[in-house]
């Protein structure tokens, strides 16, 4: 759960859309060296000394990264600038109150796709550059939020400017209506709720929530808001306040809720209009305090304990005194990174990493061999929605772009979340007119699967070869739930995207709802819900003008001239292409029988197969949303209704979902049904566009007993794959020297040993070098914008 917490008044007061959440500890920036090996080897590989340290690797990027966000200079120009726009009367966010108007956040607007290739491929003059500004007007009685672009960047007297920023959005304009900008008011009005039935909830609840130092509950609505009509609705629910070192409110319901008719910005004028307990409705307070005292069952509120810490409990198992295995790297990273670029070269892949305040982590121009494989890969959205007997959690439905999948990425715990021999990068994210600095968190490293990528044995020799991958990591914690994201890439040229899950799940009060959940613990549902996760996936095969190819595997019954007239029950493989956008809404076939393959049918290989990539799922569920027109989201969650998707590029159209949807689900500043119009996807048709993949990753999550205290990410994962299809000659993960060929005889004594020229680290390696190092996860860094004082400015924040 997104905690909207009645006793956090600061955090509500200017920016409604971001979560009050307990803070968060992050580390100072470390950076683990790129080096190569100083060693001396005898004949058989063997070096015979200690490993020394190795020598940096240094890369420079081909290109200057496009894509990245904003400079701190830009980020302080970008918001004077905007300050100075009289017309704007704009308040500095140190001055402001709810009703002043003010800088939301700010970030680098995306290059046009057919711009960014004039500069990526034909070597022509980086794409102009602007700033994405949103702006939340506060001082009329409906408060809105509008975005704008700023620039050309770097500023100047003579062409700087501003506009609205509205081609990208489906509405028409990129501003959608603020319902719960008065966050202070609000908290506030449910404090007054809180202190007028307090003598209830010392009863029923053992504790009260009301504002005082004392309280030992605490206040949480619904997210997102409800529009009925021309009334706009929350629920809210009184919820254990943890007691102990761990934050585990999410599984401390109460039961006792109240709605409250937030319409307007007069709280004189708010009311509240229903309660609800332990499946009992009230329609008014009055009629709720007179029928909760004839109450038979007051079972009181799930309470924390033993069972909600996330430390060593129970019987230590068997043998895990032992150290277990760890990873060492002991020739240094075999890959490269441009620092200041943020470009990654591995094998023979490049890309470049961008980071947002709303989507996180993303790559860019994904390269084998330098020929173009993915113009863009990243997360858009990523989606919580629950169902439940009471009436909260069957209107929660949370959008976390909104909270910020990249403000919610913190340190990186090093050994745990990563290998200690990762290398580590900081990300930086703008809001209310103040930069944060993330050190270390994201995180590069290879490792060993455990398994090979390639084996065979025959009568005179086995063949094995490694599989190493090399991972790309950020974690996100999201209120409640850490999301951990990866992209990996792999020696037979395959890319996967995965994401798994923990922290505590969001639990409902147990009464007697087993259609929304098992009961889990005293009082405690584990309520239903799925997660659906968003990716934009833009392929470019072999160039640009590209076609969907759907091969599926079908039974047939097939008289053959050899079967003499007897009918052969047989299967076939169907080849058929996706021809526009109206059938272009894929579900993953029954059995798993069809694939999809995103090919260029204009250069054929020589045995004239069309080359492309394939995606399907790789582990675990690839969920898609169960709800149909959800009451909760309604058009803003068109994009979660199937596992794929496939359109026309266009640059009017960059993003399936837009951070600020929840605001106004219904009428939504992005519906992705919009971008299905019917356009071809055929081959011919696709002049100067693109062809783009939508998918979906996601679990139909039923929590059980073994979500207790948190999920684990071994069953709360979802994965695709992206493979080469007719693409390379043959199989191109043959070129790494990593393999092993055996020949024996036929009494098995091993004739011959290839090991193709590899040699094994023989040196004395020292394990201090792959221990965690917990010291270095501390804070993170500040630096306010407005007024920017660019010697003097950092600041701090070792609680988050």
Sequence with gaps: MRFIICWELCLLAISPYVAARPGLPGPAARVHSLRHPAQRHDGNGASKHACEPPENVAISAPKRNIFQTLTEQEYADVTAYLHEQKELNLTAIVNSTSWDNVIVT????????????????????????????????????????????????????????????????????????????????????????????????????????????????????????MHIGDRVYQWNEFYSAHTGEFFSETVLPTSLQFKVDLTGRDPSKWSVVGWYYDGHYWPSTAEFKKGVESLKRTPGPVVDGPWTSTDHAGESLPRDNLYPPVSV??????????????????????????????????????????????????????????????????????????????????????????????????????????????????CLFEYDTGYPIQRH?????????????????????????????????????SITATVRASGYIQGAFWSGDDGYGFHIYDNLSGSMHDHVINFKLDLDIKGRNNSLLKSEFVPKTQVYPWSEGRSINTMQVEHTYITNEDDAKITWSKNGAASYAVVNKDALNKYGEAPGYRIFPNSGSTAYLTVQSSSALGNSINWATHNLYALQH???????????????????????????????LEQEDIVLTFLIRYFNLGTHHLPNTADLPNT????????????????FAGDVSRRTIHGVRLSFDETSTITEKNIFGTQQPMCMYDLKKAAPDLDTFVGELQIPKFPWNPSGSLQTNPGG
């Excluded at 959690?393 to 745990?416: C, E, K, M, R």
């Excluded at 020799?461 to 850490?482: E, H, L, P, Q, W």
């Excluded at 266009?650 to 993003?655: A, F, I, N, Q």
């Excluded at 684990?712 to 693409?727: D, E, L, R």
């Design 650 to 680: 266009h640059d009017t159209e960059p993003k399936s979902a837009y951070a600020f949807n929840s605001h106004d689900p219904h009428n939504p500043t992005v519906d992705f049904n919009e971008f299905f119009n019917g356009e071809s």
């Design 712 to 727: 684990v990410t071994t069953t709360a994962m979802s994965s695709i794959a992206i493979a080469p299809q007719n693409y």
């Design 329 to 442: 790297q002991p020739d240094g990273p075999r890959f490269g990174v441009d620092m200041k670029e943020n470009y990654v070269e591995w094998m023979d892949f490049t890309f470049y990493i961008s980071n947002h305040k709303d989507v996180g982590m993303q790559l860019h121009d994904i390269r084998y061999k330098g020929e173009r494989l993915v113009y863009e890969l990243g997360l858009q959205e990523a989606m919580a929605h629950y169902a439940s007997l009471d009436p909260l959690h069957a209107n929660s439905a949370y959008l976390d772009t909104g909270y910020g999948i990249g403000t919610s990425q913190w340190n990186l715990v090093d050994g745990f979340d990563c290998p200690s021999h990762a290398t580590y990068l900081n990300t930086t994210f703008y809001i209310s007119e103040t930069t944060y600095v993330h050190p270390n968190s994201l």
């Design 106 to 225: 700010m970030d680098v607007l995306q290059p046009n796709k057919t711009d960014a290739l004039v500069y990526l491929d034909q070597d022509g003059p980086p794409p102009p550059r602007f700033a994405r500004a949103t702006l939340q007007f506060n001082s009329q009685e409906q408060p809105y939020l509008q975005e704008y672009m700023v620039g050309p960047l770097p500023l100047s007297d003579s062409t700087a400017h501003y506009e609205e920023l509205n081609y990208m959005f489906t509405s028409g304009r990129g501003r959608t209506n603020v319902y719960n900008a008065d966050g202070e008011a609000i908290a506030l009005f449910n404090l007054e709720v809180g202190k007028d039935i307090k003598d209830i909830t010392q009863r029923l609840l053992n504790g009260t929530a009301t504002g005082a130092e004392d309280d030992n509950l605490l206040i949480a609505g619904s997210d997102p808001l």
């Design 457 to 493: 044995l025959t009568g005179t020799y086995v063949s094995a070869t490694k599989n190493i991958a090399f991972i790309v990591r950020a974690v996100s914690t999201v209120g409640n739930y850490d999301y951990l994201f990866e992209y990996g890439f792999h020696y037979d040229g």
